[in-house]
């Protein structure tokens, strides 16, 4: 049976940036802006609190975990850090060791804090299925990947940046399936939790070929078609058939970053019976032809090898 979960977290191709671990004392205060990064926190000690975009604070205690996959404006402070108190910037004392608040005696608070990067071009539509701040608490699991984490980000060991890949992904999957308290934002996960449009997303993914309508999904999820549209738009945040064409397009994205099937060959993988039909389809969505899409996706994947290969100076 096809995860579609699983499939959206693959398609992003996560990376990862880096992560620091934070210790704290006394009331501080820290902001940052990301421009849309993903951003991670784990609390392994202590408590703080966290605020995305001037929203409420959301406290975060020992074992708990924070994703938000679209960082913008992100806030974090002790709990009795004063309302009109000025942010601050963690100080190094050590490698991949910061500390923020009082600068001496015994710390109070130790977390993990990092950011990775979506490597896919539908980065914004795959996030946009995603709860805007996923709160995971008491997760073992969730805290032994976070661990391997930033293990793995501190040494250099053979085959570290597949092992990294791996291991966000693992993340990523671990925290949205944990997350109990997320699943009201519109989006994928709360498409999922929902049992019956839960057997129609997973048909989507499973046959995306397929010539479905949305009368076609109704039956799937045994609902009428007029109820299951609704429902389905107020979960996922998308119209069937809107859902449906974002997902067929990111497929199509991914087979032809391949460089290795040609345009016919994507148009039947992605449910269009001949290519002009899928090129019209694909021009309309992504704003440029399938045949351009695929020459610029192999000029910017020769760019980044050359970069690698480059002799450091």
Request: proline residues 6%; hydrophobic residues 45%.
């Amino acid at each position: 049976m096809v995860d579609p979960l699983a499939e959206v977290v693959s398609l992003l191709h996560p990376t990862a940036r880096f992560s620091k671990q934070v210790v704290g004392a006394g009331p501080w205060k820290a902001r940052r802006s990301d421009a849309g990064q993903p951003f991670y926190c784990a609390v392994l000690e202590g408590v703080c609190q966290l605020a995305l975009d001037g929203n409420a604070a959301v406290e975060l205690r020992a074992g708990d975990f924070a994703l938000v996959p679209a960082a913008f404006d992100v806030a974090m402070s002790s709990l009795d850090a004063p309302p009109d108190g000025t942010a601050e910037t963690p100080v190094a004392v050590g490698p991949g060791l910061h500390r923020i608040g009082r600068q001496e005696g015994p710390t109070d608070l130790r977390i993990l804090a990092g950011h990775c990067s979506f490597g896919s071009p539908d980065a914004t539509l795959l996030v946009s299925l995603l709860p805007r701040l996923i709160h995971v608490r008491g997760a073992q699991r969730l805290a032994t990947f976070v661990q391997l984490l930033g293990e793995e980000l501190r040494e250099d060991r053979p085959a570290r940046e597949v092992v990294l890949t791996r291991l966000l992904e693992l993340l990523l999957i671990e925290a949205l399936r944990s997350s109990d308290g997320t699943a009201s934002a519109a989006g994928l996960v709360r498409g999922l939790a929902d049992e019956r449009l839960a057997v129609a997303i997973r048909a989507m993914h499973e046959r995306p070929t397929r010539p479905w309508t949305v009368a076609e999904l109704a039956r799937t999820a045994a609902m009428s078609r007029s109820a299951f549209f609704t429902r389905f738009s107020r979960a996922v945040g998308l119209q069937p058939m809107a859902y449906l064409l974002a997902w067929r397009m990111a497929l199509a994205k991914d087979l032809l970053r391949q460089q290795n099937m040609g345009i016919a060959d994507v148009a039947q993988r992605v449910g269009y019976g001949s290519a002009s039909s899928f090129s019209v389809a694909f021009s309309r969505h992504v704003g440029q032809a399938p045949t351009r899409y695929a020459r610029a996706q192999a000029a910017d994947a020769s760019a980044r090898h050359a970069d690698v290969l480059a002799p450091v100076p």
